[in-house]
Nanobody, 119 residues
């Protein structure tokens, strides 16, 4: 069983930066062997992909490419989302996700951390 806990959200002005973290408690080295990613859900909108690492490759949504960076520390069982030059449209609850692409039963989500960007 896997528990994921996000942190690092907050309320900031446009152009600011935030560094989100996702800490995992697991019996396996999940950040080393599973696909990992960040998603977000803005008010009134569907949850959308922000970034995901799978097969050794990281993909970013066009809306965040060049501004956000996904990183992970396998030894610490922690992954991160560095967000620079934040925009109002980045306002959302951000969720981390870990999944075994070979077993659909192993698909885990955190509770989310809220990011609000406003002037």
């Amino acid at each position: 069983q896997v528990h994921l806990v996000e942190s690092g959200g907050g309320s900031v002005q446009p152009g600011s930066s935030l560094h989100l973290s996702c800490a995992a408690s697991a019996s396996e080295d999940i950040f080393k062997i599973y696909a990992v990613g960040w998603y977000r859900q803005a008010p009134g909108k569907e949850r959308e992909l922000v970034a995901v690492t799978t097969g050794g490759i990281t993909f970013y949504a066009d809306s965040v490419k060049g501004r956000f960076d996904l990183d992970k520390d396998n030894a610490k069982n922690t992954m991160y989302l560095r967000m620079d030059n934040l925009k109002v449209e980045d306002t959302a609850v951000y969720y981390c996700n870990v999944r075994n692409e070979l077993n659909s039963a192993e698909n885990y989500w955190g509770q989310g951390t809220r990011v609000t960007v406003s002037s």
